[in-house]
């Protein structure tokens, strides 16, 4: 059984005051939930500030991003070795990495190696963009995106991916719950060809793009589609406590259904 997983990218949003106000906003809430895995990822500066006030919580701990060294002259860089003592979790390859920071497979790949090595685990993300969907070639993009970011890799333990079709993010133009469910399907199924059904069954994998408290439940009643990854809608409490209540709930009735 795949535990749920919901987690909030703030992407560059909030200084440390506000992160600290936000996670006091919602911290009693989230912390009531269980058998969903609550992840919180504000910016890298606020992560020691954040970590001390969900110390005693059921909340967990995300980064935005890595660097692939351990560490040495990379100004400006943060490495797996910082980021493992702070958090458990960290965003890897996420579209606006790609975008405008050009991250490629290669880089990505390297990124999600150094970060299970030192036990740190990855929220690997892709997606097709809204040109390549439309030319029918989601399944193309998302399985080389798939291939180039697991190369060589041999197992695939603490991994989460998330898919997140770029055309999505933050347009407030969703993707549907069936069209998810249906890439989700083929991430699983191609994960199964090279990995074995068991690991594919076991591999927890998210929607994003546009996630928020009015959608929640179409994409939750969905059986591949273990959770979200949510930008604009985690940075209002209200609104991410029932994103987190909805999976919670929906989640525990299928799972009682089956
Ligand atoms: P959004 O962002 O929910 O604001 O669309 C999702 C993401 O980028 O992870």
Known sequence: MRIPMIAGNWKMNTTVSEATELVNEMRLGLDEIDNVDKVICPPFISLATVR???????????AQNIYFEEKGAYTGEISPLMLADLCEFVII??????????????????????????????ILCIGERLEENEAGKTKEVVTEQLESSLAG???????????EPVWAIGTGRAATGEQANDTIGLIRRTISQK????????????????????????????PEIDGA??????LNADQFLSIVRQTS??????????
Request: no cysteine; aromatic share 6%; hydrophobic share 35%.
């Open 93 to 122: 390859g996420h579209s606006e990495r790609r975008q405008y920071f050009n991250e490629t497979g290669k880089i990505i790949n390297k990124k999600v190696q150094a970060a299970l090595r030192v036990g740190l685990k990855p």
């Open 229 to 234: 990854l949510v930008g604009g809608a985690s």
């Open 195 to 222: 990995y074995g059904k068991k690991i594919a069954q076991e591999l927890r994998i998210l929607y994003g793009g546009s996630v928020t408290a009015d959608n929640t439940a179409e994409f939750m009643q969905q």
């Open 52 to 62: 001390e006030l969900i110390r005693r919580s059921s909340i967990k701990l995300g």
């Open 153 to 163: 890799m041999e197992h695939l333990n603490g991994l989460t991916i998330a898919y």
């Open 249 to 258: 709930e929906i989640k525990a009735r299928l799972s009682a259904e089956n």
